[in-house]
């Protein structure tokens, strides 16, 4: 797995302003609801992206089928992908294809997929693989807690 510089990984989250986020879960509960929301809080525009939901409206925006259903006025600087591995390389090519303004394609913890990122970067597109773009925001911009949550709820019953 590359090795991230912080000072690349603070750039790439400056330089983003749209996030598609690719296989978005409307279930407040999955970590993909629970990204999607924080960087909507963050000032991200988000664009949720699942099939089995497309159509209904999530943290204020319309759930795509996909990104090639992204209108093409959006935007989508960065692609968020909550798939496994193994679905990458189709998703990456229909980022490439389908997404003019795209800069960044960042894989889930746990979602690597080389060929992928290399094909990505070799149109000029930044990759990060297998790290959260809300816990790197919480760690570089200094909102993580002890113990690394930033829960924002403080209980004096330990």
């Not at 978005?24 to 999607?36: C, G, Q």
């Not at 990104?67 to 229909?94: G, H, N, Q, T, Y």
């Not at 070799?122 to 911009?141: A, H």
């Amino acid at each position: 797995m590359p090795d991230y510089s912080d000072a690349f990984l603070s750039q790439t989250l400056k330089m983003v302003r749209t996030v598609a986020v690719v296989g978005f879960s409307p279930n407040p509960v999955r970590p993909s609801y629970f990204v999607a929301r924080y960087l909507g809080l963050k000032g991200y525009r988000v664009i949720p992206v699942n099939p089995g939901h497309a159509g209904e409206v999530a943290l204020g925006e319309t759930i795509r089928a996909d990104l090639a259903s992204i209108p093409k006025e959006v935007p989508v600087d960065m692609v968020d992908i909550f798939r496994r591995s193994e679905a990458v390389p189709a998703i990456v090519e229909e980022a490439l294809a389908a997404l003019p303004r795209l800069k960044v394609i960042w894989m889930q913890i746990g979602v690597e997929n080389a060929a992928a990122a290399a094909l990505a970067e070799s149109r000029g597109i930044r990759v990060i693989q297998n790290r959260c773009p809300k816990i790197e925001y919480q760690r570089l911009f200094g909102e993580l807690r002890m113990g690394g949550f930033a829960t924002g709820v403080i209980s004096s019953k330990l």
